[in-house]
């Protein structure tokens, strides 16, 4: 995914902190002080960017050699006018970033002074200084009252803002709902206006920082689901799942389309998203062209005129959210070998609120293989698999006697401690299973900028870094504080996360070797290969005839409840959904640290099923890792989420109310670091 999210520009939000808001930006030109490094013609005026945020001043260089500097706002002594476009700011902290255009770590330098000259090009300095002197004031504020400050200036922002009307594709269309929402991407946050016509869907961002559209929209008709997703474990979030249209029917619909499978927008509130939505689902143009990537026979009854919004119904979400009919429909074409093994955890996934727009809610996968020493991996002998009957942390025993007695430990606490007293709920394991660290444990090769982000402007340590499968299956079977699972990445077509394609400088490990290119098994020749080995193990009789024990503790019976505790599967009771109640949290300061907490350690997928999943009815032949990725329409699939939903919709056939002879088979498809711990 991240893969198809490059950042053409130097700068973007993945530069600024957690809580930090863009604010505006000026062209301007600035005298680099000499005693900071960096300026590397000393140039007395280089020009540039000046940009202004809640917690930072930057300033970006036209010449892409220079760095990016950053001035945080606890670090400023002076901040003075000099005249009508310019200023001076004295600092005692520096960071560089971004020098000839590379994702490398940080530079920072710290307890010495430096004095930093500013002109504006085209405005005056009173538009710069007093949102400047005022975001200094704040920060400098107890943390309550800068919170509050804050999230009132940010509201006060987006409500000023309207949607701009030219930017519509067409004078015929009308406008039906108009709203700020925030565009949720990898650790990126964009508050804007969100608008629906009859027509298309159109978001256009607070503040066009790439320089290119400043509106993004998408045909209705092409807009393949619509679901309610939930962010922070709070039910604010909205999907939308685009079909990127064929040549054919780029013919029919005019205009511009999405630069990405979807689309997670977050609201103020749940009654706001519901809004939105219900302005969406009422356009007749909804979902038109999902139809037209299904043979007739598949939509059955839903072509016939007793059935006109058949497609809005799908398109509005039934097929992706686990309250309808699908679910029982998906699981049925999985069990008789119509849905394959990837295509039908992809949905489960989806299903349950997984998103590839939230790294703390990251489709998660298992590991299926557990052999990754020997020259031949043999799919036909069941030793080389993981036991998927177990969570991971229950994989060798003598760690999980140690689980096991914490949470005997906390259990007995627990029962002395009254009702006021503070003891969390016993819990075995103190680190989950899917994390945003554990994520970009993964795909640090493929997004170094997004590691740098959540790691503070470094990467981990080398002997902390995905450095081989091997390393990362006895981690993840013998510490305490690993039980992570895989992405699905690992089954996909795309082995740029595999290698170090960019020789990022990742550092020696202590065995004297670098970290660079993630050491394959013995049994795999390549990156590809290994993946295609992966993706022919997900399919293979085995995982087939187990595979529902797994489902059972990620997404079924066994995740919550006595089951649980049985099942050695009991995680720290905040990644639950429904674990808080966040609407009665009145304290800002409270709700930040909760959200904090929650988005850092991970989140437990939404429970899709209360009883024992059944066991796939057929168990066909592994495929060979030679042709596993063109098996059927995985290529093509494969490019996004959107893709293996209307194929699965085609395996599944209509819905209930519906009826059909024909059910085509499913033959593939899909979407394209140290995690927390609390104890």
């Known amino acids: 995914m991240f893969s198809r999210r490059k950042l053409g520009k130097r700068f973007s939000l993945l530069l600024l902190e957690d809580e930090e808001d863009y604010v505006a930006d000026w062209v301007a030109s600035c005298k680099w002080p000499s005693s900071v490094a960096g300026n590397w013609q000393n140039l007395g005026s280089l020009p540039g960017r000046l940009r202004l945020c809640t917690k930072s001043i930057f300033f970006e260089p036209e010449d892409v050699r220079i760095p990016i500097v950053r001035l945080e706002f606890a670090s400023v002594l002076h901040l003075e006018a000099d005249s009508m476009q310019s200023c001076t700011v004295g600092v005692n902290k520096v960071t560089k970033m971004k020098a000839n255009m590379a994702d490398a770590p940080y530079v920072v330098e710290r307890n010495k002074s430096s004095s930093w ?16 002197q005022e975001q200094l004031v704040i920060s400098r504020l107890p943390t309550l009252e800068r919170l509050v400050l804050q999230d009132a200036a940010r509201r006060s922002r987006e409500d000023a803002a309207q949607f701009d009307s030219s930017r519509l594709v067409e004078f015929s269309e009308v406008l039906m709902w108009e709203g700020p929402a925030v565009q949720l991407s990898p650790l990126i946050r964009e508050p804007g206006r969100l608008a629906v016509t009859d027509q298309r869907v159109y978001f256009q961002p607070l503040h066009n920082i ?23 474990l ?5 999907e939308l799942f685009m079909i990127n249209p064929s040549l054919e029917l780029k013919q029919q619909l005019t205009g511009p389309v999405w630069d990405a499978p979807s689309a997670f927008l977050t609201f103020r509130s749940e009654a706001d998203r519901e809004a939105a939505r219900a302005a969406l689902a009422a356009q007749p143009t909804l979902g038109m062209a999902v139809s037209s990537l299904m043979p007739t026979s598949t939509l059955g009854n839903l072509n016939q005129p007793q059935h006109p919004h058949s497609q809005q119904l799908v398109a509005a979400g039934q097929l992706l959210e686990a309250a309808g009919g699908w679910l029982q429909r998906v699981m049925m074409a999985w069990q008789l070998g119509k849905v394959s093994n990837f295509d039908y955890l992809l949905y489960l996934n989806l299903a349950a609120g997984r998103s590839f727009n939230d790294l703390a809610q990251w489709p998660v996968f298992p590991w299926v293989v557990k052999d990754y020493k020997n020259a031949v991996l043999d799919l036909g002998n069941d030793s080389v698999f993981r036991d998927l009957k177990k969570p991971m ?49 993964w795909l640090v090769r493929a997004a170094p900028g997004h590691m740098l982000r959540l790691q503070a402007g470094k990467f981990d340590a080398p002997d902390r870094l995905f450095n081989s499968l091997q390393d990362s299956w006895d981690s993840a079977t013998s510490s305490t504080t690993d039980v992570k699972e895989l992405i699905p990445e690992f089954y996909m077509l795309g082995a740029d996360f595999l290698v170090n394609g960019s020789q990022l400088a990742f550092g020696m490990r202590q065995n004297g070797k670098p970290v660079n290119d993630v050491v394959l098994p013995p049994w795999a020749t390549t990156p590809e290969n290994l993946l295609a080995k992966h993706r022919a193990a997900l399919e293979a009789p085995y995982v087939s005839a187990n595979l529902h024990h797994w489902i059972d503790l990620i997404f079924g019976y066994k995740q919550t409840g006595p089951a649980a505790v049985e099942a050695d599967n009991v995680f720290y009771h905040l990644t639950y959904e429904g674990a808080v109640d966040t609407s009665k949290i009145t304290g800002l300061q409270e709700l930040k640290a909760l959200e904090t907490q929650i988005n850092e350690f991970g989140q437990t997928p939404k429970q899709l099923f209360s009883h024992l999943h059944p066991p796939r009815l057929v168990q066909p032949p592994a495929p ?32 209930a109310s519906s009826s059909s002879s024909s059910k085509p088979r499913l033959k593939g498809g899909g979407e394209d670091a140290a995690g927390g711990s609390i104890c």
Do not use: C, N, W
Request: no cysteine; net charge neutral.
């Open 210 to 232: 790439s320089g290119d559209t400043p509106v993004r929209s998408h045909p209705l008709a092409a807009v393949a689901a619509l679901v309610r997703r939930r962010s922070s």
């Open 117 to 132: 000259g500013f002109t504006l090009t085209y405005a005056r300095l009173d538009s710069f200084m007093p949102l400047a």
């Open 393 to 441: 942390g229950a994989q060798t025993e003598d760690r999980l006697r140690i689980f096991r007695q914490r949470y005997h430990d906390m259990e007995s606490i627990a029962q002395h401690t009254d009702a006021a007293g503070d003891m969390p709920k016993p819990f075995m394991y103190g680190t989950h299973y899917s994390t945003p660290g554990y994520v970009m444990f």
């Open 234 to 238: 709070q039910p604010v979030g909205l």
């Open 624 to 655: 060979d890792p030679a042709t596993v990725f063109s098996y059927g329409d995985t290529q093509q699939a494969a490019a996004t989420s959107t893709g293996s939903s209307t194929h699965l919709l085609a395996a599944a056939g209509p819905p």
